[in-house]
């Protein structure tokens, strides 16, 4: 059963001359429990839609569309009833943990904030709760650090209040913004361990939101492969693994590392700005398959096999094999 639908949904900014499209016609959606990935380079637009699916867009940006959730679209509704929305039925996690809790407030009282403001609970009600969430989270000794600054954690522990404050009202979807940013590897792969256990005890669903490929195949059900604010692949995790069929999805495969000795294959050249996008279809420029009909329209996302949506003209020439 899908808990939130994305249909037609672009993103825009104001400029001195009309509006700057960012993110053009996005079409997905996330089941319930499900665990959906976003993936692609830096300035693709994955951020970009999920502030829009928080309504916590720049000042300066505005979208149409529709962002279903059970029924409302989101962006029909006035912000009071936005604000009843974030934090309690879907929450996120942002990309930079010690820049998005406030500094000069102690962890406990940031936690204890969204129980309050969501849940009604009384100062002492919230701050028992706080501390069981900070043990949910693996933070040891809660009742100490509840009265410490975000200074005073690691990184890791900071992102791990991040996600206290996430999951304190049980939202039904959690938007995890590149939430290994800036952690080590050991690390990294605690906190997407805890946010998978956390996802079955809780049964909630999941936008992850990354650049690494890698992240996604050990972590989604279901991904999509975003790109100059496209969507350029979507399709079961498994699939888009074993059979990937845009060029862009292969590039991202590539540019794994693979068994030691063989060299890395980067993508040549780098996302364009969106006012000097290339015509026809956006990867055209960096696209070794590229032939001259790629340039004179954009393909739209069609479905190749049962589940499997590519944007490309010559997707079903395409045979390609991941070397390992």
């Given at each position: 059963m899908s808990l939130i639908?994305?249909?037609?949904?672009?993103?825009?900014?104001?400029t001195n001359k009309k509006p700057l499209n960012v993110v053009s016609n996005l079409d997905f959606e996330i089941k319930e429990a499900e665990v959906f990935g976003l993936v692609g380079e830096s300035g693709c637009g994955k951020s970009l839609t999920a502030l829009s699916i928080m309504g916590i867009l720049p000042h300066n940006a505005f979208a149409e569309g529709e962002i279903i959730l059970r029924g409302r679209n989101l962006l029909n509704l006035d912000s009071e009833s936005t604000r009843?929305?974030?934090?309690?039925?879907?929450?996120?996690?942002?990309?930079?943990?010690?820049?998005?809790?406030n500094p000069v407030l102690t962890v406990g009282y940031q936690i204890a904030e969204v129980l309050q403001t969501h849940m009604g609970l009384s100062r002492k009600e919230s701050m028992f709760k706080t501390i069981d969430l900070l043990r949910a989270v693996k933070i040891p000794s809660p009742e100490v650090r509840i009265k410490e600054?975000?200074?005073q954690m690691s990184g890791g522990m900071r992102q791990?209040?991040?996600i206290a404050i996430a999951i304190a009202c049980n939202p039904s979807l959690l938007i995890a913004d590149e939430p290994t940013t800036a952690l080590d590897v050991t690390i990294q792969a605690q906190i997407l361990e805890l946010?998978?256990?956390?996802r079955e005890q809780r049964n909630m669903a999941?936008?992850?939101?990354?650049?690494d490929i890698g992240v996604i195949a050990e972590n989604a059900d279901m991904a999509a492969v975003m790109y100059a604010g496209r969507i350029m692949e979507t399709s079961r995790v498994f699939n888009l693994l074993e059979h990937p069929k845009h060029p862009y999805t292969i590039g991202l495969l590539e540019s794994l590392p693979k068994r030691k000795g063989l060299p890395l294959k980067p993508i040549p050249g780098s996302v364009p700005k969106p006012d000097s996008l290339p015509p026809?279809?956006?990867?055209?420029?960096?696209c070794r398959y590229m032939i001259p009909d790629c340039q004179k329209e954009e393909p739209f996302l069609r479905e190749i096999i049962p589940g499997q949506f590519v944007k490309c003209i010559r997707a079903e020439e395409i045979k390609w094999e991941l070397l390992t």
């Open positions: 639908k994305i249909r037609d949904l672009n993103i825009y900014f104001r009843k929305i974030r934090g309690k039925e879907i929450s996120m996690i942002f990309q930079e943990p010690m820049t998005s809790l600054h975000p200074h791990r209040v991040m946010l998978s256990n956390l999941i936008l992850l939101i990354t650049h026809g279809c956006k990867f055209s420029d960096r």
